[in-house]
């Protein structure tokens, strides 16, 4: 007669075997999808007044939409940008550098004003002041802003970088509409006469809160919307 012999491996075997084939199953199939995230970026912009003249100065600087939004993609290819939430301005300094044939002893600035370039109106963000003309001296806007003069750049900055941007990357960052930003300079030389000879900087900074569709496994459970993230 034939002996029949059946091994039975324990339970625990087969509990780790059931276990390695659902994982291998899972990973095996596992898919990239986008979740949304709320998160803030923090940038700089600067803008340059090269001043040459014996009279009265007006320049007039330009920051680009365009460019702040490309700080702020950088990089990140795994990213796709709903939107630009808010802009914050945190910070604005004055760097004078003295150049050569000057002979004033400071550059009266009358004032500082700011426009979207599709809106007519300016509005003054900073008072009267004298800068003395020297090598590396650093003014903190903030002291001398007028008042209301900082709301004031968040509300032009969030005019023209604010908004829906669904899909945005740097790919398709040529076909956002140009939307900028223009803050004009006036003053004068002290004393009356001379030539004043400077490079003037106005040196921003600002954060940007942002809501931003970011790469996840397709099994993630953690923070984040997936229903806006339908391209």
Known sequence: MTKISIRFYGYKTLIVSGLLIIYLLVTGCEEESYHTFDRSFTGQQTLVYAINATGNTDLTGVISNRDVLKSL???????????????SIKSMQIAVDKTANNTADSFRLLSITVKGLQAPVENEIASATNLSIGQGHVYAANLWLATGGVGKVNEVFNESLTGETKSLDLGSLG?????????RLRGTNVPSGSRASLTLKLIIDYTIEYTVCEKVPDLYFGPGDERECNF
């Open 73 to 87: 993609l950088g990089d990140a290819s795994d990213r796709k940008y709903r939107s630009i939430d808010k802009i």
């Open 175 to 183: 076909s956002v509409l140009p939307r900028n930003i223009a803050i």
